[in-house]
């Protein structure tokens, strides 16, 4: 007698299941898939004004917003690189052996340490009266991407941004990369 009443539930949810995936299918058949040009201006779907990042984002480099919109953009992408590279170190440091959690810490406070002083050199420069800034730290050096001022990056801001480089980050001249970005 239980095994006829458990059967019998299981074929009720089994039927009420199916006759949910049903009415659905059926509700959905009717609507038909927009065009992308039908739901997005023509011109904003890739144009030569527009700049198509790995991520498969665009950004119009025409727009004065998007020079925001940019400097977001390379913020997410460095974020994201940090984070997966800080989760597979600690992967590493779960499954490794002891002399490899050292090296694994020793990494994970090269990232941290190179985060912090990216955002001191980007706080810096922002704080020195330019609209925007990002920082990049590598093996080779630094790259910073300056929000373009009115009259345009002169050879005094170049000298302010790679003094602020300089002190925060120890590093010199030749290892310092200012890039415009209009």
Known sequence: MKIWKKNLVAAAVLVAVCGGIYVNWLYTEDQTVADLTQTLNEEKILSADTLVMADGTALETDAPETISDYFAAVRLSRQEARDSAVTLLQEAMAYGED????????QL?????????EAQIES???AKGYQDCVAYMNE???SVAVASPEGGLQQQDVAVIADIVMTQADLSMEDIRVVEVQ
């Open 99 to 106: 002399p490899s959690q050292v090296q694994s810490n020793e």
């Open 109 to 117: 406070e090269d990232i941290v340490q190179t985060a912090l002083c």
């Open 124 to 126: 810096l420069v922002i």
């Open 140 to 142: 080779e050096g630094i």
